[in-house]
């Protein structure tokens, strides 16, 4: 079975530029989040989606960032206009809120650096 | 509000050193999950073991074992003979139960990890 998909893996950009990342989720899962990784840091929750409702966004920066999951498959991440603090890991990651545990599957991240 | 301090910013060990990470939790919620995640370099984070806060029976898996101590609300990790593969940043993290009897796990809230090295 695929894992969690996210492309590009790396991104440099200049500041004020937009930015997009990619997420592909386990198939059949139907809950999908964004983290934010910054350097020395845990995850932090940005958005989750159920199917292709966004239930829980209080911490996305709405400003500049926007999400969306069109379909309810898979879900893109921007960011618009980039500045030097977004430089941070975005990780994907997926459940199946129908699984007994609901465990959440991680993809390898998209690394960021804005110069 | 719920928080997971992981003190130890940093840990170096000699291959087949036995290692403990430390894993302090704070919540309001009667039940809860707790969670490790090992995090090598290639960036994509690995679940090690959820645990339900009902369950405080230690666990153990080959060379790793879990301390579930809700007294304390400590939930430590120990890697026994460490190996140079070992070597990675690991998270503790805990999450709400949500859903139809507090079965499924809500969001995850990590800590700040600790980053283990295993010298050969």
Known sequence: EAGVVQSPRYKIIEKKQPVAFWCNPISGHNTLYWYLQNLGQGPELLIRYENEEAVDDSQLPKDRFSAERLKGVDSTLKIQPAELGDSAVYLCASSDRGSPYNEQFFGPGTRLTVL | ?120
């Open chain 2, 1 to 120: 509000a719920q928080k997971v301090t992981q003190a130890q910013t940093e840990i170096s060990v000699v291959e087949k050193e036995d290692v403990t990470l430390d894993c302090v939790y704070e919540t309001r919620d009667t039940t809860y999950y707790l969670f490790w995640y090992k995090q090598p370099p290639s960036g994509e984070l690995v679940f090690l073991i959820r645990r339900n806060s009902f369950d405080e029976q230690n666990e153990i898996s080959g060379r790793y074992s879990w301390n579930f101590q809700k007294s304390t609300s400590s939930f430590n990790f120990t890697i026994t003979a460490s190996q140079v593969v070992d070597s990675a940043v690991y998270f503790c993290a805990l999450s709400e139960a949500v859903g139809n009897y507090g079965g499924s796990q809500g969001n995850l809230i990590f800590g700040k990890g600790t980053k283990l090295s295993v010298k050969p």
